[in-house]
């Protein structure tokens, strides 16, 4: 298995919270990199936040604040916290593993072992 397992998703109001979870493949567990996205039909996928291996964070704008992305290093697993969700929040939520360039560009062109993602779905 070469792909991650994306869980945690669902529907909230807002001002609610979800924590997402990814499950990764012996591939992306030795990874120097690692990043959640998300995606609305019709648009590009959007990097959210990214962890190296040392554990150094990104996060886009528009989430900074907000959602926190965080490792368990007992089974590598890679969660992403999200608080204060807004309707533009929406999406199916992705994680990936760095294949090129740095952590930091949050650019979905450097990434690669894409999961099925889970559906977040926020509500005025």
């Known amino acids: 298995q070469e792909s991650p397992m994306e869980s945690g998703g669902g529907s909230v109001q807002a001002g609610g919270s979800l924590r997402l979870s990814c499950v990764p493949s012996?591939?992306?567990?030795?990874?120097?990199?690692t990043a959640w996205f998300r995606q609305v039909p019709g648009k590009a996928r959007e990097g959210i936040a990214s962890?190296?291996?040392?554990?150094?964070?990104t996060y886009s704008d528009s989430v900074k604040g907000r959602f926190v992305i965080s490792k368990d290093r007992a089974s590598n697993t890679l969660y992403l916290q999200l608080n204060d969700l807004k309707p533009e929040d929406s999406g199916t939520y992705y994680c990936?593993?760095?294949?090129?360039?740095?952590?930091?560009?949050?650019?979905?062109?450097?990434?690669?072992?894409w999961g099925q993602g889970t559906q977040v779905t926020v509500s005025q």
């Open positions: 990936a593993a760095l294949l090129r360039n740095n952590c930091y560009r949050l650019l979905s062109d450097d990434y690669g072992y």
């Open positions: 012996q591939y992306i567990v030795t990874k120097r990199c």
């Open positions: 962890m190296t291996s040392s554990g150094m964070t």
